[in-house]
């Protein structure tokens, strides 16, 4: 059984590259979340899901990465 473990506040900020203010945003736009006592939890795949929905585009990028320094060697 594999059990995602929650991220805080810090640890999505870090995991998204992304601000606390941008983080706020999204909450206030209905980011899923969850509290341990006052302390708000995140999923991140959850919060991947909704960010993809609500960007209409993958977050992410795929395993393979694009390095334009091969391209330029071609």
Same mark, same amino acid.
């Given at each position: 059984?594999? %059990? !995602? /473990? #929650?991220?805080? %506040?810090?640890?999505?900020?870090?995991?998204? +590259?992304? =601000?606390? =203010?941008?983080?706020? +945003?999204?909450?206030?736009?209905?980011? #899923?979340? *969850?509290? $341990?006592?006052? @302390? &708000?939890? *995140?999923? #991140? =795949?959850? $919060?991947?899901?909704?960010? !993809? /929905?609500? &960007?209409?585009? /993958? $977050?992410? #990028?795929? !395993? !393979?990465? *694009?390095?334009?320094?091969? @391209?330029? +060697? /071609?």
């Amino acid at each position: 059984m594999n %059990v !995602e /473990r #929650p991220l805080t %506040v810090d640890e999505l900020c870090g995991f998204l +590259q992304a =601000s606390k =203010s941008t983080i706020d +945003q999204y909450n206030r736009e209905g980011m #899923p979340r *969850f509290y $341990v006592g006052k @302390e &708000c939890r *995140f999923l #991140p =795949s959850k $919060v991947i899901d909704w960010l !993809e /929905r609500r &960007c209409h585009h /993958r $977050v992410l #990028p795929t !395993e !393979e990465t *694009f390095d334009p320094r091969e @391209e330029l +060697q /071609r």
